[in-house]
């Protein structure tokens, strides 16, 4: 992630999806009775899909609404923008951490979201995990939205490959979904889902299509979210441009030229993995696993008896 500034400027696909996702799931959140319910977002960025998105949906005398990044620059942009706002602050928190998780954050939240943050971890499990901890022990929810499939994990690919800029490329792989390549992304994460503990569960993969309306507004996007430019020498972006360019309209024939020959459309067919679940309150978490137990034994018992 790049400038926080720019990246508020470029990020329409990411706000398009977020608003239709919200308006679509909002009313699956489990609200607290008493109304303070605590809301953890992670992968916050600039703010502006938290603060315009989610915080407007929360109950009238909710608790908190804490936004969360991995980028330190990213936080700072946001608490200038937004901490202004009611029961709203923002912390760095890397949610795929094998550490301990913040102590005054474990166990604080009745619900967590994420949108266009989790593709661009590796370990979803552990990700899994420290959400699963971050909601409290009475129990919570969470959505989580990002992209299992998307072009721009093969321009990544195929760039670093090229003699170029393969130096400034060499753990592409951190950067590309860990579902890109899945034969069926929903099912590899409902697995995971549930073998973190989480209960009603529902995964959708949602098949959509964005169209960059012009060469310098998929220019601006590239130059938003592209994690590589910041190690590129800065008199060199232009070229490292024009090569993701050059993929994105010859290789993967992803460019629509209009008649008048003037105006060029860059099409983007991307698969977008929407995942709902709970985690459920402790006592029924632990009458589960009792009942788990006792199924395994009478169906060992059954097994035994059916040998003798």
Not at 48 to 72: A, C, E, N, W
Request: aromatic share 10%; with cysteine.
């Amino acid at each position: 992630m790049n400038q926080a500034c720019l990246y508020q400027r470029a990020n329409e696909v990411q706000r398009y999806d977020a608003e239709e996702i919200l308006q679509e799931y909002a009313e699956k959140f489990e609200w607290r009775h008493d109304g303070l319910d605590c809301l953890l977002d992670v992968g916050t960025g600039s703010g502006d899909v938290l603060m315009d998105f989610i915080y407007p949906i929360m109950p009238k005398q909710f608790q908190s609404v804490v936004g969360s990044d991995v980028s330190r620059k990213m936080m700072q942009f946001a608490e200038k923008c937004y901490s202004r706002e009611k029961q709203c602050s923002f912390r760095v928190l890397d949610i795929a951490t094998k550490d301990k998780l913040p102590e005054d954050m474990v166990g604080g939240f009745d619900h967590v979201t994420s949108f266009y943050c989790l593709h661009w971890i590796q370990n979803q499990r552990q990700a899994l995990q420290n959400i699963y901890d971050l909601l409290r022990p009475e129990g919570g929810d969470c959505l989580l939205v990002f992209l299992a499939t998307n072009p721009v994990f093969d321009v990544y690919k195929l760039l670093s490959k090229s003699t170029q800029w393969s130096p400034y490329m060499k753990d592409v792989h951190r950067f590309i979904s860990p579902l890109h390549y899945s034969s069926d992304p929903k099912m590899e994460y409902t697995k995971m889902l549930k073998e973190t503990g989480f209960t009603d569960i529902q995964v959708d993969l949602k098949e959509k299509v964005y169209i960059y309306e012009g060469l310098e507004t998929l220019k601006d996007n590239v130059k938003a979210v592209c994690p590589f430019l910041d190690r590129i020498p800065l008199s060199r972006h232009n070229a490292f441009l024009d090569d993701f360019v050059n993929i994105v309209s010859h290789d993967l024939d992803l460019r629509h030229i209009e008649a008048n020959g003037e105006i060029q459309k860059f099409i983007s067919p991307y698969k977008l993995l929407v995942a709902y679940a709970k985690k459920p309150a402790l006592i029924e978490n632990l009458l589960n696993n009792l009942i788990i137990s006792v199924e395994a034994e009478a169906g060992e018992a059954e097994e035994k008896k059916n040998i003798n």
